[in-house]
């Protein structure tokens, strides 16, 4: 369970973070903007070296939101 709740949530939810951050600032430097697949993923090229550097990023952003952003205003919703 923990391993599962591991790889799709905290992947998703780090994958949305960064979707969301890098789409605004690419778009204020007018950079070109990656898809959020990419973002989850990692690149589209065949010869990229990273495989679980895109999905280690993820699981950490996506543990630093659920335990600094989301458990904090539930908290506040519940009380």
């Not at 778009?27 to 589209?44: R, S």
């Amino acid at each position: 369970m923990g391993s599962w709740f591991a790889r799709v949530i905290l992947n998703s939810l780090g994958a949305s973070a960064r979707w969301l951050w890098g789409s605004i600032w690419r778009t204020i430097f007018k950079k070109p903007k990656f898809t959020w697949n990419q973002y989850l993923y990692g690149p589209e090229n065949s010869d990229y070296y990273d495989n679980m550097g895109h999905g280690f990023n993820n699981i950490l952003i996506g543990m630093i939101l659920l335990i600094f952003v989301i458990i904090p205003i539930v908290e506040l919703i519940i009380d």
